[in-house]
């Protein structure tokens, strides 16, 4: 759902736009019209849902992913009609180097204009499409925007679209904290990815954003999130800067992208075109900003809608639209080390307990399958279960096709869907290393990187010479920053 975003904040969105203002565009197969009913195609102005936007200025963008699926599917063959399976608002903010995505989970109440109160919100798009979607977000926003939620630009993106973008740039390398397995013929997606890093492409990229069986509508959307921010991080994507590879990229999303009248105007891409340099030339961050507050009805088993307060909207609205609360601490590749007292501090975290027994009976399993160093954490979480099956010994291709030796420690936090786990690899510089946080020395002498989102800590790495070790906190965040530092810190050897 997010592809396009990304390339737009890399050097590839120089090419695109740069391309597209050279010469007409062009696509080898048949190209969706514009979306209809925006107010854009010479109807009443006053009923504009598009608000224009000067060039380099902040803007904020409607992608929607849409299950249209091929005809002898199970639901086309049922005679369904295509839901808004993925909602997703994007602020572009060159001003901030900054990219927040928010998702709106598809089962929130809302009142959809002139159509419905107290529904799903995906309700919008079976009664209207992109366009009665587009109406309902600006709705819903409204009393937190003071007036009208301004939205400069729609994306409709069927899941061809999506898995054709994937594997035209090879796949996404993704930390993937557990096993997702459905078999076919459940009823649910059939799915089968591994727990580890590793590459996703095609049906098994689209299947790991989709997945909410066995979790939620908000775990999905932090997936898809994951997703969008792994991807940034690919070398293949940053070296989309050709206009030949604009042009080939360009004719695929074409065909499975619908948008807005206006997108495509030169002006329009003019002002993509400077936002996208000034992405490429800055550290740009790409923000979660967390639906929070959500309450189920009285009856979750029968009523599934999800509902929010009005004061927890202006919130979401506010992390959105500044980064307050979701902001990144500042950057810095000063190495800081440990003090005395941080140490000491340390030493007495509560919340953690030994884990050297179980840590050691891994290591001895591991020791016959694995060909590199195995480090497993002497301090766990004081709710945590190894899941069984752990650690995954296994091998990964890097992006020059080389094999590098791989495990993974899945560990379950205490708490349906949240797990964390531990990383090992002898590819010493996969892509989700790349520009850490904050770099931290311990008084032994390790140096431990740092990776935010927001406030919290999503990852502690820490290198070797024969390989790299990381920590992983869970998608709901919820080991705090002071206990994913102690965790990395006590990643140990058999007998040491």
Do not use: C
């Given at each position: 759902?997010?592809?396009?975003l990304?390339f737009?904040?890399?050097?590839?969105?120089?090419a695109?736009?740069?391309?597209?203002?050279?010469?007409?565009?062009?696509?080898?197969?048949?190209?969706?019209?514009?979306?209809?009913?925006l107010?854009?195609?010479?109807?009443?102005?006053?009923?504009?849902v598009?608000?224009?936007v000067?060039?380099?200025?902040?803007?904020?963008?409607?992608?929607?992913?849409?299950?249209?699926?091929?005809?002898?599917?199970?639901?086309?063959?049922m005679?369904?009609?295509?839901?808004?399976?993925?909602i997703v608002?994007?602020?572009?903010?060159?001003?901030?180097?900054?990219?927040?995505?928010?998702s709106?989970?598809?089962?929130?109440s809302?009142?959809i204009?002139?159509d419905?109160?107290?529904v799903?919100?995906?309700?919008?798009?079976?009664?209207?499409?992109?366009?009665?979607?587009?109406k309902?977000?600006?709705?819903?926003?409204?009393p937190?925007?003071g007036?009208?939620?301004?939205?400069?630009?729609?994306?409709?993106v069927?899941f061809?679209?999506?898995?054709?973008?994937?594997?035209?740039v090879?796949?996404?390398y993704?930390?993937?904290?557990?096993?997702?397995?459905?078999?076919?013929?459940?009823?649910y997606?059939?799915?089968?990815?591994?727990?580890?890093y590793?590459r996703?492409?095609g049906?098994?990229?689209?299947?790991?954003?989709?997945?909410?069986?066995?979790?939620?509508?908000?775990?999905?959307n932090a997936?898809?999130?994951?997703?969008?921010?792994?991807?940034?991080?690919q070398r293949?994507?940053?070296?989309?800067?050709?206009?030949?590879?604009?042009k080939?990229?360009?004719?695929?999303?074409?065909?499975?992208f619908?948008?807005?009248?206006?997108?495509?105007?030169?002006?329009n891409?003019?002002?993509?075109?400077?936002?996208?340099?000034?992405?490429?030339?800055?550290?740009?961050?790409?923000?979660?900003?967390?639906?929070?507050?959500?309450?189920?009805?009285?009856?979750?088993?029968?009523?599934?809608?999800?509902?929010?307060?009005?004061e927890?909207?202006?919130?979401?609205?506010?992390d959105?639209?500044?980064g307050?609360?979701?902001k990144?601490?500042?950057?810095s590749?000063?190495v800081?080390?440990e003090?005395?007292?941080?140490a000491?501090?340390?030493?007495?975290?509560?919340?953690?307990?030994?884990g050297?027994?179980?840590?050691e009976d891994?290591?001895?399993?591991?020791a016959?399958?694995?060909?590199?160093?195995f480090?497993f954490?002497?301090?766990?979480?004081n709710?945590t279960?190894?899941?069984?099956g752990t650690?995954?010994?296994?091998?990964?291709?890097?992006?020059?096709g080389?094999?590098?030796?791989?495990?993974?420690?899945?560990?379950?936090?205490?708490?349906?869907?949240?797990?964390?786990?531990?990383?090992g690899?002898?590819?010493?510089?996969?892509?989700?290393l790349?520009?850490?946080?904050?770099l931290?020395?311990?008084?032994?002498?390790r140096?431990?990187?740092?990776?935010?989102d927001?406030?919290?800590?999503?990852?502690?790495?820490?290198?070797?010479?024969?390989g790299?070790?990381w920590?992983?906190?869970?998608?709901g965040r919820?080991?705090?920053n002071?206990?994913?530092v102690a965790?990395a810190?006590?990643?140990?050897?058999?007998?040491?």
């Amino acid at each position: 759902m997010g592809v396009f975003l990304i390339f737009l904040s890399t050097g590839a969105g120089v090419a695109i736009a740069g391309y597209l203002m050279i010469e007409p565009p062009a696509a080898p197969g048949p190209v969706p019209t514009p979306i209809p009913g925006l107010g854009d195609d010479g109807g009443n102005t006053a009923q504009k849902v598009i608000a224009p936007v000067e060039p380099g200025g902040p803007r904020t963008l409607l992608v929607l992913g849409s299950d249209r699926r091929a005809k002898n599917s199970r639901d086309s063959r049922m005679g369904q009609e295509p839901h808004s399976d993925t909602i997703v608002l994007v602020r572009l903010d060159p001003k901030r180097h900054r990219i927040a995505v928010l998702s709106l989970p598809r089962d929130l109440s809302v009142t959809i204009p002139g159509d419905a109160d107290g529904v799903k919100i995906n309700q919008a798009y079976d009664d209207g499409g992109a366009a009665l979607t587009a109406k309902t977000v600006k709705y819903l926003f409204a009393p937190a925007a003071g007036g009208d939620f301004k939205i400069n630009g729609v994306i409709d993106v069927n899941f061809r679209g999506f898995q054709e973008a994937v594997s035209y740039v090879k796949g996404v390398y993704i930390d993937v904290d557990r096993k997702y397995y459905n078999p076919e013929g459940t009823g649910y997606a059939a799915i089968d990815v591994k727990a580890g890093y590793q590459r996703l492409a095609g049906s098994d990229a689209l299947a790991y954003v989709r997945y909410r069986h066995g979790d939620s509508d908000l775990y999905r959307n932090a997936r898809q999130q994951d997703f969008l921010r792994q991807a940034t991080a690919q070398r293949s994507v940053r070296e989309l800067t050709s206009i030949n590879d604009a042009k080939k990229l360009f004719g695929i999303l074409q065909q499975y992208f619908s948008f807005d009248k206006n997108f495509k105007s030169r002006r329009n891409l003019a002002g993509l075109l400077k936002t996208a340099v000034n992405f490429a030339m800055n550290h740009t961050v790409v923000n979660q900003i967390k639906f929070r507050g959500i309450a189920e009805s009285d009856d979750p088993t029968v009523d599934t809608r999800l509902f929010i307060s009005p004061e927890n909207l202006d919130k979401i609205y506010n992390d959105f639209m500044t980064g307050a609360h979701s902001k990144n601490p500042p950057r810095s590749d000063v190495v800081v080390t440990e003090k005395k007292s941080e140490a000491r501090a340390a030493s007495r975290l509560t919340g953690l307990v030994s884990g050297r027994r179980a840590g050691e009976d891994m290591a001895v399993l591991a020791a016959k399958k694995l060909d590199m160093p195995f480090y497993f954490p002497r301090l766990i979480t004081n709710r945590t279960q190894y899941v069984t099956g752990t650690p995954r010994i296994y091998k990964i291709k890097d992006e020059d096709g080389k094999r590098h030796n791989a495990y993974r420690i899945v560990a379950y936090a205490g708490e349906t869907g949240e797990y964390w786990g531990v990383q090992g690899l002898t590819w010493r510089d996969p892509p989700i290393l790349a520009d850490p946080d904050r770099l931290r020395k311990l008084r032994n002498g390790r140096t431990l990187m740092l990776y935010y989102d927001g406030a919290k800590i999503v990852r502690v790495a820490w290198k070797t010479p024969r390989g790299v070790y990381w920590v992983s906190n869970s998608i709901g965040r919820k080991i705090s920053n002071a206990r994913m530092v102690a965790i990395a810190a006590s990643l140990t050897r058999l007998h040491s």
